[in-house]
């Protein structure tokens, strides 16, 4: 450290990641393990509480010292120690670097401590609590649901229809299948699920876990507005990943490819495996222990967000670069079953996806993971093609019809009256025939619904 940089760590003062202390004493491993808690940090020994540099006689056997109740704390943290020499007169400044702590949460003997503003705070049950859930020391999928009882609430049919889409034969009682797959276990000569059994396997899963919920919700416009349509869907994981996805299929425009003289191909406007994999994401490492919030599938005029509770395990920057799943038992049944790659690469094919078809996303992680998808826009591309493929079927007028609903989805009768050249009544009872024959759907309500048009 050159002086001008100490200079202006005298200037500025203690921190968030700076502390002074005039003399060693215990409480310095206090602020050690308060570090290694939150965000790392520096502890100066010779300066005073107002900034003042009075100095220390630094020797080995202080060295060591430090370095011991470093090593005593439990798990042991790392820190460095430096010298300034010569600070004032014949004294020196020794200054302690403690790095972010990768193993939290760290405590010593006079307990658990976090770093608040330029205090070292003793932590509360909650906050250490809290801090082992964030970090992934205690897992919600790994717990026992003690209420659950299996004799009433266990689903038969649902397990047996994950076996047969995992291929796992049923060798042996339904129970010892399940401990096998580390679902459940005996407990005083009960047996009793885990949390992800319950979750997947459970009957009326909402009375054990209100936050077990996806939420898939059209807007009209690009703000949280006017609501077109809404669906809560509170069944069992799996089935929940496949409603929402049924969801993004119905609401989203298709568009079509024609390679040279090939057939032509009819793909969603965005891609449907990254779909399935944002929306799988947000399944499987989402916080449980949450039970505020549950999983939201938005979809606006210009943009699809998907959004799940829970911070990243790890550096923003190493997103796409490693995996490390918050529930590994979730994570390991919706891999057996095919869902899932194990090398935790769905990230990277999300953004090759993406790539792939010129369009754009976002990823958000501020306590929450939000993954934001650009939609093109593709009504002209739709509108172009519907009297090509329905137009042997159709009359004319029918056909004007539905290419100005792709264009419009919002559009009135009195609207398509005046852009097809007819009445409005004529307008109407195309409208009952196209209907009728399969070709149009209204969703939502007369006022604040819209048109789809059915290929």
């Excluded at 992800?196 to 059209?218: A, D, S």
């Excluded at 290419?403 to 307008?427: C, H, P, T, W, Y």
Aim: hydrophobic content about 35%.
């Amino acid at each position: 450290m050159n002086k001008k940089e100490f200079d202006f760590i005298l200037q500025e003062g203690e921190g968030l990641k700076v502390e002074f202390k005039e003399a060693f004493n215990k409480s310095v491993v206090e602020d050690i393990v308060a570090f290694a808690n939150s965000g790392g940090g520096r502890i100066f020994l010779g300066i005073t509480d107002n900034n003042q540099v009075k100095g220390i006689n630094v020797s080995n056997e202080l060295k060591s010292q430090i370095q011991d109740i470093a090593n005593n704390c439990d798990p042991k943290i790392q820190v460095k120690i430096y010298e300034i020499k010569n600070a004032i007169k014949s004294e020196d400044v020794l200054i302690v670097i403690v790095e972010e702590g990768k193993n939290k949460p760290y405590k010593c003997k006079q307990g658990f401590f976090i770093r608040i503003g330029p205090n070292s705070q003793k932590m509360t049950r909650d906050e250490i609590l809290n801090l082992a859930v964030s970090e992934g020391k205690i897992r919600f999928d790994e717990q026992i649901k003690e209420k659950f009882d299996f004799s009433k609430d266990f689903d038969e049919k649902k397990f047996d229809e994950f076996l047969k889409k995992s291929g796992i034969s049923k060798v042996g009682p339904v129970k010892q299948v399940l401990i096998n797959l580390s679902l459940g276990r005996y407990m005083k000569n009960k047996f009793k699920l885990n949390n992800t059994g319950v979750l997947l396997f459970g009957k009326n899963i909402e009375r054990f876990f209100r936050q077990n919920f996806v939420t898939c919700v059209l807007y009209k416009g690009k703000e949280r507005v006017n609501i077109i349509d809404r669906k809560d869907f509170k069944d069992d994981l799996l089935t929940n990943y496949e409603n929402g996805i049924k969801f993004l299929k119905q609401h989203l425009k298709l568009e079509y490819i024609i390679k040279d003289t090939g057939p032509r191909k009819e793909i969603l406007e965005l891609p449907e495996e990254a779909l399935r994999e944002s929306l799988l994401n947000a399944i499987v490492h989402r916080d449980y222990f949450d039970d505020r919030v549950g999983i939201f599938v938005e979809m606006f005029d210009d943009r699809v967000e998907i959004v799940n509770k829970g911070k990243l395990l790890f550096n923003r920057k190493e997103l796409g670069k490693i995996s490390m799943p918050r529930n590994p038992t979730i994570f390991d049944l919706f891999h057996r079953i095919g869902l899932i790659e194990k090398v935790g690469s769905g990230i990277n094919r999300i953004k090759k996806q993406i790539k792939a078809r010129k369009l754009k996303i976002k990823f958000e992680t501020n306590g929450f993971f939000r993954i934001v998808f650009c939609r093109p826009d593709v009504s002209e591309k739709v509108g172009e093609k519907v009297g090509e493929k329905v137009g042997e079927k159709l009359t004319e007028n029918q056909i004007k019809i539905l290419e100005k609903i792709n264009k419009d989805q919002f559009i009135s009768a009195a609207k398509l009256s005046e852009k097809v050249g007819i009445s409005q009544r004529k307008i109407e009872e195309n409208i009952a025939k196209l209907k009728k024959k399969g070709h149009l759907e209204r969703i939502g309500s007369a006022k604040g619904g819209y048109w789809k048009v059915i290929e």
